[in-house]
Nanobody
Framework: VQLQASGGGLVQAGGSLRLSCTSS????????LGWFRQAPGKEREFVAS????????YYSDSVKGRFPISRDNPKNTVYLQMNSLKPEDTAVYYC?????????????????WGQGTQVTVSS
């Protein structure tokens, strides 16, 4: 699958954004999907993931309760609703896909990556 992320931007602390990631190639069906982020000078870190059925979701502790992940398989789209944003959420956000089962928080599991979308949260 070829992934394209969108929806990033500049927002004040406490605000919301919704990121979307679509597939321009093969269908999302059967793929486990994840969101990762990378801030300047830091390593890429796991944010959230959703399994291919859409019934199991996983979150990092830093976003749990604030960033629900969802997917719409007929639309080949995965969403990350970002609420109560904080300046420390500032990063480039990447969507990723994998057809393999495993530790969904590990970037190494994913073999398809989108180009990233910038999220900047001002204080």
């Amino acid at each position: 699958v070829q992934l394209q992320a969108s929806g990033g931007g500049l927002v004040q602390a406490g605000g919301s954004l919704r990121l979307s990631c679509t597939s321009s190639g093969r269908t999302f069906s059967g793929y486990n999907l994840g969101w990762f982020r990378q801030a300047p000078g830091k390593e890429r870190e796991f944010v959230a993931s959703i399994d291919w059925t859409g019934t199991r979701t996983y979150y990092s502790d830093s976003v749990k309760g604030r960033f629900p992940i969802s997917r719409d398989n007929p639309k080949n789209t995965v969403y990350l609703q970002m609420n109560s944003l904080k300046p420390e959420d500032t990063a480039v956000y990447y969507c990723a896909a994998t057809s393999r089962p495993g530790p969904y928080g590990s970037a190494g599991l994913y073999d398809q990556w989108g180009q990233g979308t910038q999220v900047t949260v001002s204080s």
